[in-house]
């Protein structure tokens, strides 16, 4: 199994700011994954945060508005860049174990006003 | 590519009648399948997973779901459900690359009502 601690858990943030969401897993793990759930939706994947190198993007979103930050394979972060009210969500950082289990943050319920 | 579609929105069921939540695939490789579980604001949890083997596989709370590769379903199902059980629950599928698991699909969610 897999323990994250996903932070912030919620923030409510001005539109043009920024906000950087930290997930640190209790085991080493060679992708980390995260996704967004818009209220009443489900949950998309933005991008695979992979060690040593650049994220791997989903379509419709870059790196220039969600930069990701994987220094180690126990840590990565997501900053949601010059945020507006359609960034509202809440952010969740994913990783498998080696039985093929997701495990998920907590979450960040992010509120642009 | 692949794809994910939960057929319903919503289900609303009477406490201890049973209850089918239908999911349908679509994708070129082979694929892991999951369902998840999300109570109002917390996070997702595992409810079962498909890998291979035994096309039935039981959960936790009493759930249980069917993998069909002819009609690439994996419906998910529970007996006699209980008010607790009232949640979102989401269907995904993991495309399979050197043997592991890689990002998941989710379809679009069931919102699981149960009434008294």
């Known amino acids: 199994s897999a323990v994250i601690s996903q932070k912030p858990s919620r923030d409510i943030c001005q539109r043009g700011t920024s906000l950087t969401i930290q997930c640190q897993v209790d085991?080493?793990?060679?992708?980390m994954f995260w996704y967004r759930q818009q209220p009443g939706q489900s949950l998309t994947l933005i991008a695979t945060?992979?060690?040593?190198?650049?994220?791997?993007?989903e379509s419709g979103f870059v790196i220039d508005k969600f930069p990701i930050s994987r220094p180690n394979l126990t840590f990565s972060t997501l900053t949601v860049s010059n945020m507006s009210p359609e960034d509202s969500s809440i952010y969740l950082c994913s990783v498998f174990d080696g039985a093929a289990r997701a495990f998920f943050g907590q979450g960040t319920r992010l509120t642009v006003v | 590519a692949q794809s994910v579609t939960q057929l319903d929105s919503q289900v609303p069921v009477f406490e201890e009648a049973p209850v089918e939540l239908r999911c349908n695939y679509s994708?070129?490789?082979?694929?892991?399948l999951f369902w998840y579980v999300q109570y109002p604001n917390q996070g997702l949890q595992l409810l079962l997973k498909?890998?291979?083997?035994?096309?039935l596989v039981k959960g936790i709370n009493g759930f249980e779901a069917e993998f069909n590769k002819s009609q690439t379903s994996f419906h998910l199902r529970k007996p006699s459900v209980h008010i607790s059980d009232t949640a979102e629950y989401f269907c995904a599928v993991s495309l399979i690359s050197s043997g592991s698991a890689r990002q998941l699909t989710f379809g679009s969610g069931t919102q699981l009502t149960v009434l008294p």
């Open positions: 498909y890998l291979s083997g035994s096309t």
């Open positions: 085991s080493q793990v060679t992708m």
């Open positions: 945060a992979n060690q040593g190198s650049e994220a791997t993007y």
């Open positions: 994708s070129s490789v082979s694929v892991y």
